[in-house]
Structures are given as structure tokens and as C-alpha cells.
């Protein structure tokens, strides 16, 4: 879980949406309240008319909203042209190492979708609220070893690795995608764990890029590296915002990381397929039920972060 990512990254949470995000969803001007309609078309498509069965199945409609919802993003080059700077990448690879008191640690391998841009993120907290840091105490999980659960290996090269060859154009990482859409629930990783990923990818590919910007060695960084994250089953989705302060993990003491969290945000109720008939009297008509514009709003606001 993200008690668990906390421990491992040095990380300290903060619940909700940084303030440079949330000064993107109060700001009338960009107008995110347009996309109303088009939001709704979108899970439409992905849940009644990608296909001719009757309900499709989680592995398709989950993809098939995503890349709609992504579009939908893009639009928004013409307002801001700087959007156009982005590129996604499929199926690269990570490498990140670290060490945590005695234990190497390493997170290696595919993970999400990364939208990368030609510029970086600015920080998003201040240096006042980064030294605040150095106050908060990391929890422990006495008796039990913070290192649980976690796959043992020999480690033949400490490897770190952004998967991008040097003069890559969009060469900074912006936001994670995860698309959980499995279509048996025991093989989908429960929110909880979802977040738990999403804060140790977007810190892997935080670490990689420090180490590839500053070196290898340990230190507080000047310009803090920020990346975001965003996991979805086609329904719920959790949103972060991860800041990498320190690449000094090894002790508990000084200078923590961040991240912001917004947890369980539903696009949508229920995607009725069929109706839902009680007693010959239609109780649920086919359609979208119990929309929620805000989630999409957020998913928006965490794309255009960085650029407006």
C-alpha cells in the first residue's frame, strides 16, 4: 500500500490536489467546463457503441476511454500551442536504484504509459514547504520489515536507466498512465495498491531523471523533479502529483520527497447496457449514470499542469 511506497521513496503525503493544480480547475479561463458533453460521448463510446456485444468487457472499454479522454487533452493545443510539445511512450523500460538504510532497492521493467514533454514541471512546493520536511517522521512498520512482499534478486549492475537514449527531444517526464482493466477483479490491483505503484513509478522515473541530470550521488536537489501520475480502471480514478526533493534516501533524517493524492474519483456511477427492469416498470434506462464533470476536470488540469 502507499504507507508501504511512503517508507521505500522517503516520501511524505499530502491528501488532495497541489495548489498549482487546483489554480488550474478554479480559473474560468481555461475553460474545462466546455468538454461537458464530449467527456460524456467518450464514455459512450467506450462503454455502448466500440462494439456489438451487449456490455463489453473492461479490458476494452478501459483503453478505448483513456485514449478518447487523451484527445480530448489535445484539443486544448489550439488554446495553448505549447501542448503540442508532449509525445507518449509505450512499452519503454525503467531502471531506478537506490539504497534505504542497509537494503538496495530497484525498480526495473515496463510500467505505465508516460507522457513526456520538452519541458519539466516546475516544483511544485516551495522551498519553505520542502525544508518543513525535514520534521516529518517517516511511520515505521516494527516488527514487520518495511521490505515485505518485495521480490528478492541478485543484482549484477546497479542500473539506472529513464529508457530514452541522451538527446531525446521530449526528454522530461510528465504524467503515468495506468490503466487497470482486467477483466477479473482478483487480477486488477485494488485502489490501494494501484496508488501504492503509482507513487513508486513516478519516483523510479523521478530518480532515473535526477540521476541522469545530477549524478549518481546522494544529494538535495536545487530544481526538484516533478511527476505525475494518473490510474484508472474506466471508472474510478486516483490522481498524484510526486515531488523528488532529495536523492539522499538512506537514512530517515533531513529532507523528505512529496506527494499529493486524490483518491477514488468517479468519472461515472454505472454504464447501463441493459435496462434494469423491476416488477415490468424500467427502474434504470440505458445510459450514463451519476456523471461526474470534476473528475475529468482534474484529469485536464493535471495534463495542462506544467504549460498554463
Same mark, same amino acid.
Given at each position: 500500500?502507499?504507507?508501504?511506497?511512503?517508507?521505500?521513496?522517503?516520501?511524505?503525503?499530502?491528501?488532495?490536489?497541489?495548489?498549482?493544480?487546483?489554480?488550474?480547475?478554479?480559473?474560468?479561463?481555461?475553460?474545462?467546463?466546455?468538454?461537458?458533453?464530449?467527456?460524456?460521448?467518450?464514455?459512450?463510446?467506450?462503454?455502448?457503441?466500440?462494439?456489438?456485444?451487449?456490455?463489453?468487457?473492461?479490458?476494452?472499454?478501459?483503453?478505448?476511454?483513456?485514449?478518447?479522454?487523451?484527445?480530448?487533452?489535445?484539443?486544448?493545443?489550439?488554446?495553448?500551442?505549447?501542448?503540442?510539445?508532449?509525445?507518449?511512450?509505450?512499452?519503454?523500460?525503467?531502471?531506478?536504484?537506490?539504497?534505504?538504510?542497509?537494503?538496495?532497492?530497484?525498480?526495473?521493467?515496463?510500467?505505465?504509459?508516460?507522457?513526456?514533454?520538452?519541458? +519539466? /514541471?516546475? !516544483?511544485?512546493?516551495?522551498?519553505? @514547504?520542502?525544508?518543513?520536511? *525535514? $520534521?516529518?517522521?517517516?511511520?515505521? %512498520?516494527? +516488527? /514487520?520489515? !518495511?521490505?515485505?512482499?518485495?521480490? @528478492?534478486?541478485?543484482?549484477? *549492475? $546497479?542500473?539506472?536507466?529513464?529508457? %530514452?537514449?541522451?538527446?531525446? !527531444?521530449?526528454?522530461?517526464?510528465?504524467?503515468?498512465?495506468?490503466?487497470?482493466?482486467?477483466?477479473?477483479?482478483?487480477?486488477?490491483?485494488?485502489?490501494?495498491?494501484?496508488?501504492?505503484?503509482?507513487?513508486?513509478?513516478?519516483?523510479?522515473?523521478?530518480?532515473?531523471?535526477?540521476?541522469?541530470?545530477?549524478?549518481?550521488?546522494?544529494?538535495?536537489?536545487?530544481?526538484?523533479?516533478?511527476?505525475?501520475?494518473?490510474?484508472?480502471?474506466?471508472?474510478?480514478?486516483?490522481?498524484?502529483?510526486?515531488?523528488?526533493?532529495?536523492?539522499?534516501?538512506?537514512?530517515?533524517?533531513?529532507?523528505?520527497?512529496?506527494?499529493?493524492?486524490?483518491?477514488?474519483?468517479?468519472?461515472?456511477?454505472?454504464?447501463?447496457?441493459?435496462?434494469?427492469?423491476?416488477?415490468?416498470?424500467?427502474?434504470?434506462?440505458?445510459?450514463?449514470?451519476?456523471?461526474?464533470?470534476?473528475?475529468?476536470?482534474?484529469?485536464?488540469?493535471?495534463?495542462?499542469?506544467?504549460?498554463?
Amino acid at each position: 500500500g502507499v504507507r508501504q511506497a511512503q517508507w521505500l521513496t522517503k516520501t511524505k503525503l499530502v491528501e488532495g490536489l497541489p495548489p498549482s493544480v487546483q489554480s488550474i480547475l478554479d480559473n474560468p479561463a481555461h475553460g474545462l467546463q466546455e468538454h461537458e458533453e464530449r467527456v460524456k460521448d467518450a464514455i459512450s463510446h467506450a462503454r455502448f457503441w466500440d462494439t456489438r456485444e451487449v456490455a463489453p468487457k473492461r479490458e476494452r472499454f478501459c483503453p478505448v476511454l483513456f485514449e478518447d479522454l487523451i484527445h480530448l487533452c489535445r484539443l486544448m493545443s489550439r488554446k495553448y500551442p505549447a501542448l503540442s510539445k508532449r509525445m507518449l511512450a509505450r512499452n519503454y523500460r525503467i531502471a531506478a536504484t537506490w539504497e534505504r538504510e542497509s537494503v538496495l532497492l530497484q525498480i526495473r521493467g515496463l510500467n505505465g504509459i508516460l507522457m513526456n514533454s520538452m519541458a +519539466p /514541471i516546475p !516544483p511544485v512546493a516551495s522551498k519553505e @514547504e520542502i525544508l518543513a520536511t *525535514k $520534521e516529518h517522521v517517516l511511520e515505521t %512498520f516494527h +516488527p /514487520i520489515l !518495511p521490505t515485505i512482499d518485495l521480490q @528478492e534478486v541478485n543484482v549484477y *549492475k $546497479e542500473l539506472n536507466d529513464t529508457g %530514452f537514449r541522451d538527446g531525446y !527531444p521530449y526528454s522530461h517526464p510528465h504524467t503515468l498512465f495506468f490503466l487497470e482493466s482486467a477483466v477479473i477483479c482478483p487480477d486488477r490491483f485494488r485502489p490501494e495498491q494501484l496508488r501504492a505503484k503509482m507513487l513508486m513509478f513516478a519516483f523510479g522515473n523521478a530518480l532515473a531523471k535526477a540521476k541522469a541530470l545530477y549524478g549518481n550521488d546522494p544529494k538535495v536537489l536545487e530544481q526538484p523533479i516533478v511527476v505525475q501520475s494518473i490510474g484508472t480502471d474506466g471508472q474510478l480514478f486516483q490522481f498524484m502529483v510526486f515531488q523528488l526533493n532529495t536523492t539522499d534516501l538512506v537514512s530517515n533524517d533531513g529532507i523528505k520527497n512529496l506527494v499529493w493524492i486524490d483518491s477514488d474519483q468517479k468519472l461515472y456511477e454505472t454504464a447501463q447496457c441493459v435496462p434494469k427492469i423491476k416488477k415490468r416498470v424500467v427502474v434504470k434506462p440505458v445510459g450514463i449514470h451519476g456523471f461526474q464533470p470534476d473528475t475529468f476536470k482534474k484529469f485536464l488540469a493535471l495534463y495542462l499542469h506544467g504549460t498554463v
